[in-house]
């Protein structure tokens, strides 16, 4: 009988044992899931910020996903590229040699570093306080500086104008045009552009009457990526950005019937058809003519656009458009007349 007790409590406190481990087992793996996902989690808020320019942002979370995976090389590479975003030259190439691996983009951002530094020293440039510049081709000194103080004005007015600040600096790129370095090739109509950078040819700043709109224009699609991660429609950040450059306050309506709403969502890079291009840029105007006529079109209506614009993100164009002006795209595009 002793014996059978004996035994009895052994294989009590076997499956009391068993029991433990599962549960131990059973919240580890719990632990690791729910870790897991905030490690993806987190890659995709990073990946965000890094879509948007947002470098302080991509920064401290590369950093903290270090903590996590310190020797994973992508996003080693990742933090070498934001050091440079920020115009820490200097640090960029110090991280870079800290580095247990060799790889082509570490050696183009520590050439690139070291070229960007001699440039400014060359010209005689300090570095400014919105702005990190960059070179492709051969800028004068009087061609920099005259874009800078250009942009610095069209800055504050932007700022004031949206009431907002942007965290980041943001980037000027002069160029020539055979050494564009942008993303993919551009219909003949397209002059400078913003492609996460303001790209601006080098000759346009002979032209005073040209580059100072275009330079407020591609300034206004900065502050816009600025203001909001969302996907912004291409009235929205069009429509904003030719009213703030003022260049096409006398255009005549366009013939023919009105666009789509889905046709001016869309980018209209990829449109080649120049007379088709200028409908949609006169009803992306006045579409956004429209909304801040609503508010009496003084700092108040931008200031309630750019609310409108930071809302995309969570609830879209229509939902967006409906809280803050009670329409939807629809709705607005058919009040142009």
């Given at each position: 009988?002793?014996?059978?007790k004996?035994?009895w409590?052994r294989?009590?406190v076997?499956?009391?044992l ?18 897991r996902e905030?490690?993806?989690m ?9 879509r ?11 950093r903290?996903?270090?903590?996590s ?8 590479m990742?933090?070498?590229g ?8 200097q ?5 870079i040699?800290s580095l ?22 060359n010209?005689g ?7 990190r510049?960059?070179f ?11 874009a ?6 069209a800055?504050?007015?932007?700022s004031?104008l ?9 980037s ?7 050494e564009?370095q942008?993303?993919?090739p551009?219909?003949d109509w ?9 790209r ?9 009457e040209?580059y100072?709109?275009?330079?407020f224009?591609?300034l206004?699609?900065a ?5 909001t ?10 429509g904003?950005?030719?009213v ?14 009105k ?8 980018s ?20 956004v003519e ?5 508010d009496g079109g ?13 809302d995309l993100r ?12 009670g329409?939807?795209?629809?709705d ?6």
């Amino acid at each position: 009988m002793a014996q059978k007790k004996s035994n009895w409590k052994r294989r009590v406190v076997g499956l009391l044992l068993m029991y433990v481990l599962m549960f131990v087992g059973y919240q580890y793996y719990e632990k690791k899931v729910v870790e897991r996902e905030q490690f993806e989690m987190m890659i995709h808020v990073t990946n965000e910020c890094i879509r948007v320019g947002d470098w302080k942002c991509a920064e401290k979370n590369v950093r903290e996903l270090l903590k996590s995976e310190p020797d994973d090389t992508n996003l080693q590479m990742h933090m070498a590229g934001i050091l440079f975003e920020q115009e820490r030259y200097q640090e960029c190439i110090s991280y870079i040699e800290s580095l247990n691996f060799k790889h082509k983009d570490l050696d183009y951002l520590v050439e690139k570093s070291n070229a960007l530094e001699q440039e400014l020293k060359n010209l005689g440039v300090e570095k400014s306080m919105h702005f990190r510049l960059e070179f492709d081709g051969g800028p004068s000194k009087k061609d920099v500086m005259e874009a800078l103080a250009v942009l610095e004005v069209a800055y504050d007015s932007i700022s004031n104008l949206f009431d907002f600040l942007p965290e980041n600096k943001m980037s000027l790129v002069l160029y020539e045009d055979k050494e564009y370095q942008g993303t993919g090739p551009r219909p003949d109509w397209v002059g400078a552009v913003f492609d996460g950078k303001l790209r601006v040819p080098v000759n346009m700043m002979a032209y005073r009457e040209v580059y100072r709109p275009v330079l407020f224009h591609e300034l206004t699609h900065a502050f816009v990526r600025a203001m909001t991660r969302a996907k912004v429609p291409c009235w929205m950040n069009e429509g904003i950005a030719q009213v703030i450059d003022g260049s096409h306050n006398n255009e005549e309506h366009p013939a023919g019937a009105k666009p789509s709403i889905e046709s001016l969502r869309k980018s209209f890079v990829k449109e080649t058809d120049a007379a088709t291009v200028k409908k949609l840029y006169w009803f992306s105007k006045r579409m956004v003519e429209e909304l801040l006529w609503r508010d009496g079109g003084g700092p108040e209506a931008f200031r309630k656009f750019a609310k409108c614009l930071q809302d995309l993100r969570e609830l879209g164009m229509d939902g967006s458009l409906k809280k803050h002006y009670g329409m939807t795209a629809q709705d607005l595009l058919e009040s142009v007349k």
